[in-house]
């Protein structure tokens, strides 16, 4: 489903993404882990479009995107979160949503009809909500929304431009475990209707959803595996977690 | 609103024909100031070089009615041909400039508009048929057969009117519509837009053009106001004067625009009966709403009665 | 073609550049490192023409009015900063235009205030008042002369100043990385203050050399403003480098358009259409100039690194 072939980006003289290669199956929640500083916030932002890398592919539905349009890669199914919270604050949480489906509803070239009465927006919209379990803050400003509801809000507007791949770039950033513990079940729910690619640092997060996981040491893949075999790899504790416990 | 209709009728009254005229003048820049708003105030689009709509506006009545009367083509002389190309030419316009300085952002594009409103004042004053510098009176208005006189200023006051409330009505609906809330949007957040998938460039650009045309419609409406073009309708300082309309009555806001060109023309008028240099007070005053106004005269209105309902 | 009107148009279109630069060059700087569109550059401009015009005539001595003439504009500009400009820098861009078109408004009306509405001459001493051989005879005005030299030691300097000095390394600084200088302890506000100063003289010295070729005028600062404005967006905003080279580039098209546009339009056309066309298209042509290098570079031709 995406293919990253070679993948190379640096910023003045440092390497962010060092020759960068792997694959993402369909239907799969796939990890992507390491320390501070790996390059996993530079490799979802060339994914999604934000930067351009200075050489290499990258392969979505077999169709390459690497210098393919922010817009134009949404349109063909591919969606992201945000690691800083990035949504319309002066919006309600029900228009926010209302927004990326119209997005994906045909032109906007509609200068008439009262958008926020139109129900095939609002209705779709108020689905994504529930998945999301934000139905009942639906016409609350996104403004007085906890942060964890942001996130939330977050998760429900990418869905609503029905992607085929959401990038999810450290969703339980900055949460508590109450918090961090109510996503990781709003994304099992996910698991099976659309492919992931989950950017984490929570560890616990990473193991207890993904179905395999990369681990980005220096911007290069070090190990790509199914989960057991990374919790038991020597290189993968030496470069990574064994940096973790002596952060912790 | 009903205020503003009754104008010419007391004007008539009280036998002071200037009033019709100096409120018909704010009508027409209430259009004007509404147009840049959309773009402005609602898309965060700091155009300044609007001024070239109301110039090509202006510049399509003058130079119709001029071959109207020097050469009989009385079709030139009409208003709905005024109107239609006027419409034209103003799209065109805007494509072409919206085109080249929306790929830009900032300060760019404040100063890429301010150049090319330039570049089309240079046309103006180097087009020597039509009075070049000079410029060129109107020895008519525009001609609508027989069922309005724009010759009889109350007539035109109405119709000044007529176009304010339609212009009110549809800005009313376009900022509300798919379209406009998603120019709203890309005016808080333009990334996130192009991440939900919205290709912002090409709603932008169309804004761009809407806003041009509504401006040209309210310069075919001065033209015939002033009974007199000239490349000063177009100079930059006009832009400015549109911005500080739009600023002034509280951007992005429905009728901020009408309080915004409202309150200029009578600052202008109060002002110049202090003293013959009023600009040497309105200067600063804007120095000032610049450091601490905020939201304009709607602002400083909405502010004051959220004191009051406090004090309450 | 005339190859002395040639000559002659190409020394016009260098001083012309010239000009321009020593305008862009202090409004380039204040963008790159104040964040601050100054629309009131030009009226700084304009008072240093009118302020060479009266110490000129005060001392009778147009080198005695020069000498007085950038302190008073480089303490006015300071002046001028910590009034109002100091409270803008945060604002929206918006706001800065509001800001400094009211500044403009109030000098313009300042100066009619105090000089009144009609324009003022100034005179200049013998030596610059004749003509100098260039080559083969051709003679060429001295104190057009004077300006360009004057412009190019002032290009040197500045590249001096800012390419040499610890100054110098403050404004480079603050054009890429605006953190920075303040991670770096310096006073922000006397650096601010200091620029906008220099920017300030060099309007002024602008103005000053501006003064006897044009007419010292009321509204002279708006239209060389805006040309000016093109230099830098065509340069790349906050590149002195990109503003010298997009300054002479202007001087030039501006200049030689303008005198040879119509023999050359009189190749394709009528002359009397090449006659009527020509002197709109030559002050267009600037712009189309612009608007092509920004259809195919839209942050200009030198954007500063980091920026």
Partial sequence: MLIVDSLVKSFGGLLAIDNLSFQVKEGIIHGVIGPNGAGKTTLINQLSGEIKPDSGTILF??????????????????????QITNIFLDLTAHDNVALAVQAHAGHSFKFWKDARK??????????????????????????QLSHGEHRQLEIAMALATRPKLLLLDEPTAGMGPKESSAMVEILKKLKGKLTILLIEHDMDVVFSLADKITVLVNGRNIITDKPEAIRNNHEVKVAYLGEENIDA | MLGLAAVPLIADVIDEPFYTVMFSRMLILSIGAISLNLILGFGGMVSFGHAVYMGIGSYVVGIGTFHAIEDGISWMGNGLIHLTIAVVFSALTALFIGSISLRTRGVYFIMITLAFAQMFYFIAVGNDNYGGDDGLSLYTRSKFYNILDLSNDNSLYYLNFTLLIVFLYFSHRLINSRFGILIRGAKSNEKRMENIGFPVYRYRLVAFVIAGVICGIAGVLSANQTDFVSPAVMHWTRSGDLIIMVV????????????????????????????????????????????????????????????????? | ????????????????????????????????????????????????????????????????????????????????????????????????????????????????????????????????????????????????????????IVAILLYLLVSHTKLGMLIRAGASNRQMISALGVNINLLYTIVFGLGAALAGLAGLMAAPIMTVEIGMGEEILILTLVVIVIGGVGSI??????????????????????DIL??????????????????????????????????????????
């Fill in chain 3, 1 to 152: 073609m005339n190859w002395i009107l040639l000559l002659e148009q190409i020394m016009n279109g260098l001083q012309l550049g010239v000009l321009l630069f020593l305008l862009a060059a202090g409004l380039t700087l204040i963008f790159g490192i104040m964040d601050l569109i100054n629309l009131a550059h030009g009226s700084l401009y304009m008072l240093g023409a009118y302020l060479a015009a009266t110490f000129t005539n005060w001392t009778e001595s147009f080198f005695v009015g020069l000498l007085l003439t950038l302190p008073a504009c480089m303490v006015l500009g300071m002046l001028l900063e910590i009034i109002a400009i100091r409270n803008i820098y945060t604002r929206s861009h918006l706001d800065q235009v509001l800001a400094t078109f009211g500044l403009i408004l109030f000098f313009n009306e300042f100066v009619r205030l105090l000089w009144g509405p009609i324009g003022l001459d100034i005179q200049l001493p013998e030596i610059l008042n004749g003509s100098v051989e260039l080559i083969f005879g051709i003679r060429y005005p001295a104190f057009r002369l004077a300006i360009i030299a004057a412009g190019i």
């Fill in chain 1, 118 to 143: 139109d129900h095939k927006l609002r209705i779709h919209a108020l689905e994504y909500l529930k998945q999301v379990g934000l139905e009942k803050r639906a016409d609350f400003l996104a403004g």
């Fill in chain 3, 241 to 262: 480098r990109g503003a010298f080279l997009a300054a002479l580039l202007v001087g030039f098209i501006d200049t030689v358009g303008r005198s040879f546009l119509p």
């Fill in chain 1, 61 to 82: 539905d077999e169709i390459n995107i690497t210098c393919m349009n922010v817009h134009l890669r949404s349109a063909i199914g591919l969606a992201r979160s945000f």
């Fill in chain 3, 266 to 307: 009189g190749f394709f056309v009528t002359n009397d259409v090449a006659d009527t066309a020509a002197p709109a298209i030559s002050s267009m042509l600037t712009y189309v100039l612009m608007a092509l290098i920004l259809a195919i570079r839209p942050q200009g031709l030198f954007p500063p690194k980091g920026v």
């Fill in chain 2, 248 to 312: 002034l009555g509280g951007m992005g806001t429905l009728f901020g625009p009408v309080i915004g060109a409202v309150a200029f023309l009578f600052l202008e008028e109060f002002l110049s009966g202090i003293t013959e240099f009023w600009q040497i007070i309105f200067g600063p005053m804007l120095v000032l709403i610049a450091i601490f106004g905020n939201g304009g005269i709607d602002g400083i209105l909405v502010r004051l009665d959220k004191w009051w309902q406090i004090k309450k």
